[in-house]
Protein backbone atom coordinates (compact mmCIF):
# COMPACT_ATOMS: atom_id res chain seq x y z
CA UNK A 1 0.00 0.00 0.00
CA UNK A 2 1.00 3.26 -0.74
CA UNK A 3 0.42 6.79 -0.54
CA UNK A 4 -2.35 8.67 1.50
CA UNK A 5 -3.94 5.17 2.64
CA UNK A 6 -1.03 3.65 4.27
CA UNK A 7 0.21 6.79 6.09
CA UNK A 8 -3.52 7.21 7.30
CA UNK A 9 -3.66 3.56 8.40
CA UNK A 10 -0.42 3.57 10.17
CA UNK A 11 -0.75 6.72 11.69
CA UNK A 12 -0.05 6.65 15.31
CA UNK A 13 -3.09 9.12 16.59
CA UNK A 14 -6.28 7.89 14.22
CA UNK A 15 -7.02 5.28 16.95
CA UNK A 16 -7.06 7.91 19.57
CA UNK A 17 -9.32 10.30 17.41
CA UNK A 18 -11.43 7.70 16.58
CA UNK A 19 -11.94 7.06 20.36
CA UNK A 20 -12.64 10.61 21.55
CA UNK A 21 -14.81 10.73 18.39
CA UNK A 22 -16.85 7.39 19.24
CA UNK A 23 -17.04 8.48 22.92
CA UNK A 24 -18.31 11.87 21.77
CA UNK A 25 -21.28 9.90 19.75
CA UNK A 26 -22.08 7.32 21.83
CA UNK A 27 -22.53 9.77 24.99
CA UNK A 28 -23.84 13.05 23.12
CA UNK A 29 -25.59 11.19 20.32
CA UNK A 30 -28.63 9.93 22.50
CA UNK A 31 -28.65 12.71 23.96
CA UNK A 32 -29.54 15.06 20.81
CA UNK A 33 -31.86 12.57 19.65
CA UNK A 34 -33.49 12.90 22.48
CA UNK A 35 -33.20 16.92 22.20
CA UNK A 36 -35.17 16.74 18.85
CA UNK A 37 -37.98 14.63 19.77
CA UNK A 38 -38.74 16.48 23.20
CA UNK A 39 -38.80 19.37 21.19
CA UNK A 40 -41.26 18.05 18.66
CA UNK A 41 -43.22 16.51 20.95
CA UNK A 42 -43.84 19.67 22.40
CA UNK A 43 -44.50 21.58 19.25
CA UNK A 44 -47.19 19.29 18.44
CA UNK A 45 -48.46 19.63 21.96
CA UNK A 46 -48.69 23.64 21.09
CA UNK A 47 -50.34 23.32 17.98
CA UNK A 48 -52.73 20.58 18.75
CA UNK A 49 -56.31 22.46 18.20
CA UNK A 50 -58.47 21.77 21.41
CA UNK A 51 -60.68 23.26 23.64
CA UNK A 52 -59.20 25.37 25.78
CA UNK A 53 -60.31 24.43 29.91
CA UNK A 54 -57.55 27.34 30.86
CA UNK A 55 -58.98 30.11 33.60
CA UNK A 56 -60.54 30.18 36.96
CA UNK A 57 -62.69 27.65 37.65
CA UNK A 58 -64.68 26.49 41.11
CA UNK A 59 -65.07 22.85 41.89
CA UNK A 60 -67.80 20.89 44.38
CA UNK A 61 -67.03 17.76 46.02
CA UNK A 62 -68.14 15.50 48.94
CA UNK A 63 -65.60 14.75 51.85
CA UNK A 64 -67.57 12.61 54.21
CA UNK A 65 -71.05 14.25 54.90
CA UNK A 66 -69.74 17.56 54.10
CA UNK A 67 -70.04 19.38 50.64
CA UNK A 68 -66.41 21.29 50.20
CA UNK A 69 -65.38 23.85 47.41
CA UNK A 70 -62.03 24.98 45.88
CA UNK A 71 -61.22 27.23 43.70
CA UNK A 72 -58.97 25.95 40.64
CA UNK A 73 -56.57 28.12 38.46
CA UNK A 74 -55.64 25.76 35.54
CA UNK A 75 -53.24 26.64 32.66
CA UNK A 76 -53.28 24.94 29.30
CA UNK A 77 -50.27 24.79 27.32
CA UNK A 78 -51.53 21.93 24.35
CA UNK A 79 -52.82 19.08 25.82
CA UNK A 80 -50.72 19.98 28.77
CA UNK A 81 -52.76 21.05 31.84
CA UNK A 82 -51.26 22.41 34.77
CA UNK A 83 -52.67 24.82 37.92
CA UNK A 84 -53.35 25.60 41.52
CA UNK A 85 -56.62 24.96 43.66
CA UNK A 86 -57.19 26.26 46.88
CA UNK A 87 -59.38 24.86 49.68
CA UNK A 88 -59.76 27.18 52.84
CA UNK A 89 -56.25 27.44 53.68
CA UNK A 90 -54.71 24.68 51.71
CA UNK A 91 -52.88 24.69 48.44
CA UNK A 92 -52.73 22.00 45.94
CA UNK A 93 -50.63 21.46 42.84
CA UNK A 94 -52.46 20.02 39.87
CA UNK A 95 -50.53 18.53 36.68
CA UNK A 96 -52.56 17.01 33.78
CA UNK A 97 -53.10 16.30 30.31
CA UNK A 98 -56.54 17.02 28.36
CA UNK A 99 -57.00 15.07 25.53
CA UNK A 100 -60.75 14.05 23.26
CA UNK A 101 -62.59 16.07 26.02
CA UNK A 102 -60.86 14.52 29.10
CA UNK A 103 -59.23 16.44 31.59
CA UNK A 104 -57.05 13.22 33.43
CA UNK A 105 -54.39 14.14 36.36
CA UNK A 106 -53.15 13.87 39.31
CA UNK A 107 -52.61 16.90 42.49
CA UNK A 108 -50.52 17.18 45.31
CA UNK A 109 -50.26 19.33 48.19
CA UNK A 110 -47.78 22.08 48.15
CA UNK A 111 -47.06 21.65 51.74
CA UNK A 112 -43.87 19.30 51.58
CA UNK A 113 -44.98 18.32 55.26
CA UNK A 114 -48.47 16.62 54.57
CA UNK A 115 -49.03 13.81 52.40
CA UNK A 116 -52.32 14.73 50.20
CA UNK A 117 -52.70 14.22 46.76
CA UNK A 118 -54.96 12.44 44.72
CA UNK A 119 -56.49 11.63 41.20
CA UNK A 120 -59.29 13.71 38.88
CA UNK A 121 -60.73 12.51 36.13
CA UNK A 122 -62.81 15.30 34.32
CA UNK A 123 -64.86 15.32 30.86
CA UNK A 124 -65.90 18.31 29.57
CA UNK A 125 -69.65 19.06 29.24
CA UNK A 126 -69.79 22.60 28.09
CA UNK A 127 -67.33 25.80 28.65
CA UNK A 128 -68.67 26.28 32.00
CA UNK A 129 -68.86 22.77 33.39
CA UNK A 130 -66.71 20.27 33.68
CA UNK A 131 -68.08 16.26 35.63
CA UNK A 132 -66.52 13.44 36.95
CA UNK A 133 -64.78 11.95 39.86
CA UNK A 134 -62.07 12.39 42.34
CA UNK A 135 -60.31 9.53 44.26
CA UNK A 136 -57.99 10.74 47.31
CA UNK A 137 -56.94 8.47 50.72
CA UNK A 138 -59.23 10.28 53.59
CA UNK A 139 -56.83 10.49 56.41
CA UNK A 140 -58.66 9.53 59.32
CA UNK A 141 -59.42 5.94 58.43
CA UNK A 142 -57.15 5.71 55.72
CA UNK A 143 -58.95 4.59 53.31
CA UNK A 144 -59.81 5.25 49.48
CA UNK A 145 -62.85 7.62 48.99
CA UNK A 146 -64.08 8.09 45.07
CA UNK A 147 -66.17 11.45 45.37
CA UNK A 148 -68.46 13.30 42.28
CA UNK A 149 -66.49 16.10 41.18
Not at 92 to 120: C, H, M, P, V
Request: proline share 2%; glycine share 8%; with cysteine.
Amino acid sequence: MSGFMYVFQNYIWVPIISAIIGTVLGWGGPKVIIYFQRKREKRVNESVNEISIEGDWNSFFGEEKNLQMEDVHLNQVGREVTGNMKLSNRIYEFKGEFKNQILLGTYESKNRRKDERGTIVLRYINEKMLSGYCTFVYKPESRIIVTKY
